[in-house]
Nanobody, 121 residues
Framework: VQLLESGGGLVQAGGSLRLSCYAF????????MGWYRQAPGKQRELVAA????????NYADSVKGRFTISRDNAKDTMYLQMNSLKPEDTARYYC???????????????WGKGTLVTVSS
């Protein structure tokens, strides 16, 4: 099973981007999912996370009210809608999913390789 992010790019401050994370390559069910980011010289940090079904979500204080995590089960795709972007949002964004598979029925974390978001001032 692999995760593939897309949707990153260069945007001006105040603009919007929607990141996508597509899970593929085997039989799985998504237990939970999340988006993380890592800026140059900084540690990777949690941006947003959601439990199965999206019933419970949490966001980093720095993105509350601006970012929204969601999922399309039919497409095995997770999204991060990012509005009112700021230069400090510049980072490489990674999706992570806790997936239950036949080999790991209790779940296992999978990571994508990331997509770069650059916000200009």
């Amino acid at each position: 099973v692999q995760l593939l992010e897309s949707g990153g790019g260069l945007v001006q401050a105040g603009g919007s981007l929607r990141l996508s994370c597509y899970a593929f390559g085997g039989s799985f069910s998504i237990k939970s999912m999340g988006w993380y980011r890592q800026a140059p010289g900084k540690q990777r940090e949690l941006v947003a996370a959601a439990t199965t079904g999206g019933g419970s979500t949490n966001y980093a204080d720095s993105v509350k009210g601006r970012f929204t995590i969601s999922r399309d089960n039919a497409k095995d795709t997770m999204y991060l809608q990012m509005n009112s972007l700021k230069p400090e949002d510049t980072a490489r964004y990674y999706c992570k999913a806790d997936l239950a598979t036949p080999r790991h029925p209790y779940g296992m974390d999978y990571w994508g390789k990331g997509t770069l978001v650059t916000v200009s001032s």
